[in-house]
């Protein structure tokens, strides 16, 4: 069976290509990147080096899947506020490319969605439950909202499986994109330098990378063992933990011998201030359940980022200054 992972070299999708290959699964990655992201692809993971905004290439792997695992997008709420028509261009036509491609082609694959906890905005009441009012704040949330629209009506159209995982806060490999505030609080704190609070006290249900691969692995075996075609809904893909960037401080000083320096910047009004969601739903059909604490998965990462530092620092220092790129614009 062959499975399409678009994104596939970015840091969800790298693990779930490996994590599918292990079971099985011939893995087809899409992705426009050049270079490898800090680890290098097992040559048996098949790499097409394709943008999802160009149809015509695009539809020619896509014909060839039995199913599709779309997650490649600009994928970072700064990034949508800095370059938006790329995020729209990426993330909306990317996804209607891909669902239209799925459309034309014989094989009718399954699709699974990566979106965003971003699709709601900010939240009167958490946890939050899936049918909760979507109100994105920002650019990147719009897009992803869109995506999820383009997803359900591609099922409700063609009489296909799909279905939609709203991640959130995903951490805990140098595949990261480090300039994400787990990873780079961890490394700021291991380098010695000061960690930036942007306006205070937001809340965030954080979810390390393994917990986010089991999850879309169980969803994989769900598509593939069920006749059923239809849309299977949006699931929360989260431990649904209520954490402030001030426990990620304190986690880090728990675990780190040195002075770590907090520093307080400017609130950004494209940020969500507090989103903590329900687990249950992903629960009850896929039976997942997050094992991944995350006062124990800052513990893992600083474990993780403070070998690596020891052995390869330049390596993971350049990935470092080249992932904080919006912050030196
Ligand atoms: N990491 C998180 O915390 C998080 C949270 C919520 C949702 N998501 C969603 O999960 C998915 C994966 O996120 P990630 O953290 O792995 O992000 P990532 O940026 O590491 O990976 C995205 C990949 O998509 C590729 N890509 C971007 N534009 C492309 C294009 N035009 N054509 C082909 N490939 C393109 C990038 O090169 C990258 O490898 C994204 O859809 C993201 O929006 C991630």
Redesign the pocket.
């Known amino acids: 069976m062959n499975i399409v992972v ?2 596939g ?5 790298s693990s779930v290509c490996d994590r599918l290959l292990k079971a099985g699964f011939n893995v087809i990655s ?4 050049k270079r490898e ?1 800090y680890y290098s692809m097992n040559s048996s993971i098949i790499s097409k080096e ?4 160009n149809y015509t290439s695009l539809g020619e792997i896509i014909s060839q899947a039995d199913g599709i695992i779309h ?5 970072r709420v700064i990034w949508g506020e800095i370059f938006p028509q790329e995020c729209i261009d ?1 993330n909306v036509k ?1 996804t209607l490319n891909v669902v239209e491609a799925a459309k034309q082609s014989k094989r009718k694959p399954w699709i699974i969605l ?4 971003e699709v709601y905005g900010e939240t009167d009441r958490n946890p939050v439950t899936e049918d909760y009012p979507l109100n994105p704040i920002n650019t990147y949330g719009i897009s ?1 909202l869109a995506a999820e629209c383009l997803v359900k009506q591609y099922a409700l159209q063609n009489a296909s499986k799909t279905m939609i995982l709203r ?4 951490y805990g490999e140098l595949s990261d ?1 480090l300039d ?1 505030v787990t990873p780079k609080f961890i490394l700021n704190a291991l380098l010695n330098r000061p960690l930036s609070i942007h306006g205070g006290n937001q809340i965030m249900d954080f979810t390390h990378i393994v917990d986010t691969v089991d999850a879309i692995e169980r969803a994989v075996h769900f598509m593939n063992s069920i006749s059923e075609d239809k849309f299977f809904d949006h699931f929360h893909i989260l431990p649904g933990e209520s954490n402030s960037l001030y426990d990620l401080v304190e986690y880090i000083k728990l675990n780190i011998s040195k002075n770590v320096r907090v520093e307080l910047g400017k609130r950004r009004e494209y940020d969500v201030d507090k989103f903590t969601g329900n687990p249950d739903k992903a629960k009850e059909l896929l039976g997942f359940k997050c094992k991944i604490k995350y006062k124990e998965g800052v513990k893992k990462t600083i474990n993780l980022f403070e070998k690596e530092l020891q052995n390869n620092k330049p390596k993971a220092v350049q990935k470092f200054k080249e992932d904080s790129k919006c912050e030196l614009l």
């Open positions: 678009t994104g070299k970015g840091f969800i999708g899409i992705d426009n990147r992201n394709v943008d999802v905004t997650l490649a997008a600009v994928s990426v990317g990566g979106s965003s906890r992803k991640f959130s806060n995903v994109i994400r």
